[in-house]
T-cell receptor, first 110, second 114 residues
Framework: QKEVEQNSGPLSVPEGAIASLNCTYSDRGSQSFFWYRQYSGKSPELIMSIYSNGDKEDGRFTAQLNKASQYVSLLIRDSQPSDSATYLCAVKGTGNQFYFGTGTSLTVIP | GAVVSQHPSRVICKSGTSVKIECRSLDFQATTMFWYRQFPKQSLMLMATSNEGSKATYEQGVEKDKFLINHASLTLSTLTVTSAHPEDSSFYIC??????????FGPGTRLLVL
């Protein structure tokens, strides 16, 4: 079992819709969770971090964390074509190591 | 967010030569730096983790004698690809972490070995 699992996609949503990206992790003791966005040919950039159960909102982005279910998600409201990218979920495990998912490719269709 | 730079951004070299890539944290002290490799349309692959002043920890399958990592200061880590071959052509990305939880990525170095 991989440490962090994501659906590779591709996920396609129409412009203006909500894009929902999901991630599960195996280390129950993990405390820190991150979402990165990677445009084709570029390096990842941090979008959000979340540490507590519940929702954390930043502009059009909402991260949701459920530690009991070992599940973290990213919602993108009012999706724009410029949101088309690969989204990477990262988890900092109890051993202080970072684990990245393989990423979900998102395409926002104008 | 914190700024991490990489140099060079792109390098083309002949097979058999060595290439050095620098990773710098510009506005924070990076106690830990990570080196990744990414092939086209594939996910990030962690190559090694380096802590300032100590030897790097390499992931399984990564040859430490081929990919030399030096983390001599809190703001600089270098990756040297020794005796590069065409199969080493890839996108090499570093990231850095200081006292905070978050990893910040450099812009990456695209290596092409002819």
């Amino acid at each position: 079992q991989k440490e962090v699992e994501q659906n590779s996609g591709p996920l396609s949503v129409p412009e203006g819709a909500i894009a929902s990206l999901n991630c599960t992790y195996s280390d129950r003791g993990s405390q820190s969770f991150f979402w990165y966005r990677q445009y084709s040919g570029k390096s990842p950039e941090l979008i959000m971090s979340i540490y507590s159960n519940g929702d954390k909102e930043d502009g059009r982005f909402t991260a949701q964390l459920n530690k009991a279910s070992q599940y973290v998600s990213l919602l993108i409201r009012d999706s724009q074509p410029s949101d088309s990218a690969t989204y990477l979920c990262a988890v900092k495990g109890t051993g202080n190591q970072f684990y990245f998912g393989t990423g979900t490719s998102l395409t926002v269709i104008p | 967010g914190a700024v991490v730079s990489q140099h060079p951004s792109r390098v083309i070299c002949k097979s058999g030569t060595s290439v050095k890539i620098e990773c710098r944290s510009l506005d924070f002290q990076a106690t830990t730096m990570f080196w990744y490799r990414q092939f086209p349309k594939q996910s990030l692959m962690l190559m090694a983790t380096s802590n300032e002043g100590s030897k790097a920890t390499y992931e399984q399958g990564v040859e430490k004698d081929k990919f030399l990592i030096n983390h001599a200061s809190l703001t600089l880590s270098t990756l040297t690809v020794t005796s590069a071959h065409p199969e080493d052509s890839s996108f090499y990305i570093c990231s850095a972490r200081g006292g905070m939880e978050t990893q910040y990525f450099g812009p990456g170095t695209r290596l092409l070995v002819l």
